[in-house]
T-cell receptor, first 115, second 114 residues
Framework: AQKITQTQPGMFVQEKEAVTLDCTYD???????LFWYKQPSSGEMIFLIY??????QNATEGRYSLNFQKARKSANLVISASQLGDSAMYFC????????????FGAGTRLFVKA | EAEVAQSPRYKITEKSQAVAFWCDPI?????LYWYRQILGQGPELLVQ????????DSQLPKDRFSAERLKGVDSTLKIQPAELGDSAMYLC????????????FGPGTRLTVL
């Protein structure tokens, strides 16, 4: 069965510092995509970054990077130079590239950025 | 910038009433998703459309929920009758072809059932 685990219910980080949000996944598929989304208190889900299972390079998008370790089945999100506006819920998600392509989400990590 | 539109943004209803949510995906996006997000949890897929066809509705409570995308563009999700446990955020998302493509989400409809 497919599963996403985010073990950190809440995280605190000082403004301007870097923070790592953990995500591990379980799948028997060989080809899949990994995503991170940000959900502010307003409720909308904002796409941050994507990593394909066959991508050799770790994905980066501005201040966001994904630390992908395929053998360990982990896809941690690193946010550099945290800003107050980064305070939000963060969700890790996985989509297999086979069958019905059903996406599953983790339970999320709430990030608090302190001034 | 193209966005996924949803309405209404908020809906309060009494149990046993019928409710309907509407979603208009990004133009040209063939795949449309409806998710339910209970407070404090991640989104859970209810139904996935590829054009006008249902690809996955395994988690849709079919005794009370229905979804359609008749012309392969906008979509409606209906609940009849609503129950207290249906209180949640209902999110719509779309992607260009399949989940190889990034899903873009609408603002959601927050449903409260009294």
């Amino acid at each position: 069965a497919q599963k996403i685990t985010q073990t950190q219910p809440g995280m605190f980080v000082q403004e301007k510092e870097a923070v790592t949000l953990d995500c591990t996944y379980d799948t028997s598929d060989q080809s899949y995509g990994l995503f991170w989304y940000k959900q502010p208190s307003s409720g909308e889900m904002i796409f941050l970054i994507y990593q394909g299972s066959y991508d050799e390079q770790n994905a980066t998008e501005g201040r966001y990077s994904l630390n992908f370790q395929k053998a360990r089945k982990s896809a941690n999100l690193v946010i550099s130079a945290s800003q107050l506006g980064d305070s939000a819920m963060y969700f890790c998600a996985m989509s297999p590239n086979t069958g019905g392509f059903k996406t599953i989400f983790g339970a999320g990590t709430r990030l608090f950025v302190k001034a | 910038e193209a966005e996924v539109a949803q309405s209404p943004r908020y809906k309060i209803t009494e149990k046993s009433q019928a409710v309907a949510f509407w979603c208009d995906p990004i133009s040209g996006h063939a795949t449309l998703y409806w998710y339910r997000q209970i407070l404090g949890q991640g989104p859970e897929l209810l139904v996935q459309f590829q054009d006008e066809s249902v690809v996955d509705d395994s988690q849709l409570p079919k005794d009370r929920f229905s979804a359609e995308r008749l012309k392969g563009v906008d979509s409606t999700l209906k609940i009849q009758p609503a129950e207290l446990g249906d209180s949640a955020m209902y999110l719509c998302a779309s992607s260009a072809t399949s989940v190889k493509d990034t899903q873009y989400f609408g603002p959601g409809t927050r449903l409260t059932v009294l």
